[in-house]
């Protein structure tokens, strides 16, 4: 009997059990599931470069972008297009005011008369490496934060090593540059008038065919064109005239309303990183000078120095450019006196 009773108390515990089992199922499937957290699309950003893919400033800034990619964990997804051919060098610029790219890279002096402050950097002030002038264009621009770049958001700048002059015939002096076509850009078309040449304006991308075909007789320019450029396979020769070494200034730049769509996280990455690449685009630019060299040798290039006295004449024939800078500026109310001294401080700071 006492297990009658018992087997008869089980059956109803299990019936019990399964009733509310089947209850509580019925209730969780009336209930709308809980949504998925959905993963955040990546912010695709788009890169105007305006160096060849093989450049070592195009790697450099590939680089770069790979470096934000990473360290933002995924959020921000960096497509580059490499030789200008989303804008071109000249319109990189006006190309990422206006929303063609998101990111740009090229210079300054492609845009001349825009850049009124940033051009007193492009002057023949003796700047020693690549390394020199980079870190001295990125401190002139903090110290001095012209308005002229308010429309972009600056990430960094960079700089090359001493413009030199590569020519189809050998120049040992003034006289031999006399009335000789020289490609060149922004004020170093100056330096090429000041020093009794012909200045021809151009960008980089269309040098080599210019001299190939004889449309110029030389170009002004850092050692690195010769193999990153390819141009020492259309010269004979190199002038060394690093007394009165320019440099031309390249900006990486970003959208504004692009950069304000930033969580502040990824703004800080793009901030942190932009920092440590401005040495390491520094150390772009002397490997690639040194590169250079060595190559030019090989196609058996000839490389000259100017003798103390000629190079005193060349820098005392440019000393008409820097005045000429300051006095132009001077009519739209810049201090281009004090932008000069401050540079003229900086390259010797940053030469110890």
Not at 72 to 96: M, Q, R
Request: proline content about 5%.
């Amino acid at each position: 009997m006492k297990r009658y009773v018992l087997g008869v108390l089980c059956v109803v515990l299990v019936l019990f059990i399964c009733i509310a089992c089947g209850k509580k199922a019925e209730e969780q499937a009336a209930q709308p599931a809980a949504p998925e957290t959905a993963k955040a699309e990546p912010v695709k950003l788009s890169f105007s470069i305006f160096f060849p893919p093989t450049h070592p400033q195009c790697k450099a800034a590939e680089d770069w972008a790979k470096e934000v990619e990473t360290r933002s964990n995924g959020a921000v997804k960096i497509e580059v297009f490499p030789g200008g051919t989303l804008t071109s060098a000249n319109d990189c610029y006006d190309g990422v005011v206006k929303g063609i790219s998101d990111l740009g890279l090229s210079c300054f002096a492609y845009s001349r008369g825009r850049f009124l402050v940033m051009e007193a950097v492009d002057l023949p002030l003796g700047y020693p490496t690549g390394m020199n002038a980079t870190k001295t264009a990125n401190e002139f621009y903090q110290q001095m934060k012209p308005a002229e770049l308010d429309d972009v958001h600056l990430l960094y700048i960079h700089a090359h090593g001493p413009g030199l002059l590569h020519t189809k015939k050998e120049v040992k002096s003034m006289e031999d540059l006399k009335g000789m076509k020289i490609r060149s850009t922004g004020l170093s078309s100056k330096v090429v008038e000041a020093l009794g040449g012909v200045a021809v304006a151009m960008p980089q991308p269309g040098t080599y065919e210019a001299l190939q075909k004889g449309v110029v007789d030389g170009t002004f320019a850092p050692m690195e064109t010769m193999k990153g450029w390819k141009q020492g396979e259309v010269v004979k020769s190199t002038t060394d005239c690093r007394t009165i070494g320019y440099t031309t200034a390249m900006f990486v730049v970003m959208n504004k309303a692009k950069w304000d769509q930033l969580s502040p996280e990824v703004q800080k990455v793009f901030t942190d990183v932009s920092s440590e690449w401005i040495a390491v685009h520094g150390k772009a630019w002397d490997d690639a000078d040194a590169e250079a060299k060595t190559y030019i040798e090989s196609l058996g290039n000839k490389y000259i120095e100017l003798s103390p006295d000629e190079a005193k004449k060349w820098e005392k024939a440019v000393q008409a450019v820097i005045k000429g800078y300051e006095e132009e500026v001077k009519a739209k109310n810049i201090d281009g006196a004090k932008a000069v001294a401050l540079l003229k401080e900086l390259i010797q700071k940053n030469a110890q």
